[in-house]
């Protein structure tokens, strides 16, 4: 049996696992904060954790990155996309007059939203909702919480208190909830890059649909143009990146490290060659993974 750390039962997390492991035998480690889940595997309680680390509408989620490489070292041993479809979860009853609520049929344009009076979420998956909240929640009070799942099961935990949650539709179905709007989020397609991170490789039962490595590169200081030479490797190997972003090293003021996806196996006799060209320039070179990655698939998922 595989154990894997993940944030709490209900969110998106938990949502993206079961999509691309479902279908093996796992044990799901779920824990309230994000530090706990590396935690969980860099102390060997468990074999992996998952770990989102970019969101198309709010961009990495640097906090995660930032403990990838400063607080572990746990390779990345697979990269999955799975959309981030959050919800305006509470009770419908609560937001209906007294003559509403005893009628069995139900719809959006019947509830009063403002009988809420707070929303909680993970600030991630509010952010990922801002239009849906000012247009129709203006006077609510908002508060972060650690996760989507949290927020839903405070939620369920305070009734008739005018509180909602945004979070997902199993989060809602875990804690007897109602979804009283769907898919309030910006942007249809609102996606979430995750991780596996692990000491050893993962087989899933789908086919890849590429590989990627991703590598952390800190450069030398005295090297005028350094960072034209590191890019100048990939380039004339005609190497793919598909993510460059540069994080403060935490270690000098304006000193930086860049993080590089490169769209190639680590085995690669040209990523080889490029990471000995730039090292040669005095610059430090990182492994953070190489592993395969599965786009997120409509007709794949539903199959």
Same mark, same amino acid.
């Given at each position: 049996?595989?154990?894997?750390?993940?944030?709490?039962?209900?969110?998106?997390?938990?949502?993206? @696992?079961?999509?691309?492991?479902?279908?093996?035998?796992?044990?799901?480690?779920?824990?309230?904060?994000? /530090?706990?889940?590396?935690?969980?595997?860099?102390?060997?309680?468990?074999?992996?954790?998952?770990?989102?680390?970019?969101?198309?509408?709010?961009?990495?989620?640097?906090?995660?990155?930032?403990?990838?490489?400063?607080?572990?070292?746990?390779?990345?041993?697979?990269?999955?996309?799975?959309?981030?479809?959050?919800?305006?979860?509470?009770?419908?009853?609560?937001?209906?007059?007294?003559?509403?609520?005893?009628?069995?049929?139900?719809?959006?344009?019947?509830?009063?939203?403002?009988?809420?009076?707070? *929303?909680?979420?993970?600030?991630?998956?509010?952010?990922?909702?801002?239009?849906?909240?000012?247009?129709?929640?203006?006077?609510?009070? @908002?508060?972060?919480?650690?996760?989507?799942?949290?927020? *839903?099961?405070?939620?369920?935990?305070?009734?008739?208190?005018?509180?909602?949650?945004?979070?997902?539709?199993?989060?809602?179905?875990?804690?007897?909830?109602?979804?009283?709007?769907?898919?309030?989020?910006?942007?249809?397609?609102?996606?979430?890059?995750?991780?596996?991170?692990?000491?050893?490789?993962?087989?899933?039962?789908?086919? /890849?649909?590429?590989?990627?490595?991703?590598?952390?590169?800190?450069?030398?200081?005295?090297?005028?143009?350094?960072?034209?030479?590191?890019?100048?490797?990939?380039?004339?190997?005609?190497?793919?990146?598909?993510?460059?972003?540069?994080?403060?090293?935490?270690?000098?003021?304006?000193?930086?490290?860049?993080?590089?996806?490169? @769209?190639?196996?680590?085995?690669?006799? @040209?990523?080889?060659?490029?990471?000995?060209?730039?090292?040669?320039?005095?610059?430090?070179?990182?492994?953070?993974?190489?592993?395969?990655?599965?786009?997120?698939?409509?007709?794949?998922?539903?199959?």
């Amino acid at each position: 049996m595989i154990r894997i750390a993940a944030l709490p039962s209900g969110s998106v997390s938990h949502e993206a @696992l079961l999509h691309i492991l479902g279908d093996q035998p796992i044990e799901i480690v779920h824990h309230k904060m994000i /530090a706990d889940v590396f935690l969980s595997t860099a102390q060997g309680k468990t074999d992996y954790s998952v770990i989102p680390i970019e969101n198309t509408i709010e961009g990495s989620v640097t906090l995660h990155m930032d403990w990838l490489v400063h607080e572990v070292d746990i390779p990345m041993q697979l990269e999955w996309v799975y959309p981030s479809i959050q919800n305006l979860i509470g009770r419908r009853d609560e937001l209906r007059s007294a003559g509403e609520a005893s009628s069995s049929v139900s719809s959006e344009s019947e509830l009063d939203y403002s009988r809420i009076h707070k *929303v909680l979420s993970h600030p991630v998956a509010m952010a990922q909702c801002h239009q849906f909240i000012r247009s129709t929640l203006p006077a609510a009070e @908002l508060e972060h919480v650690g996760s989507t799942a949290e927020a *839903v099961q405070m939620v369920s935990q305070n009734p008739g208190q005018g509180l909602a949650a945004i979070g997902t539709s199993l989060g809602a179905q875990k804690y007897g909830l109602d979804i009283l709007a769907e898919r309030i989020t910006d942007h249809n397609n609102n996606h979430t890059r995750f991780v596996l991170i692990g000491n050893r490789p993962i087989t899933v039962k789908k086919e /890849a649909d590429h590989v990627k490595t991703s590598m952390l590169i800190t450069l030398s200081e005295d090297y005028a143009g350094a960072l034209h030479q590191v890019l100048a490797a990939f380039s004339w190997r005609k190497l793919n990146l598909s993510r460059i972003e540069s994080r403060p090293t935490k270690k000098k003021l304006g000193n930086y490290y860049f993080y590089i996806d490169v @769209l190639a196996s680590q085995d690669s006799v @040209l990523i080889k060659a490029a990471m000995e060209e730039i090292q040669a320039l005095g610059c430090q070179v990182r492994v953070l993974g190489s592993y395969p990655c599965y786009e997120y698939n409509l007709a794949r998922a539903k199959s």
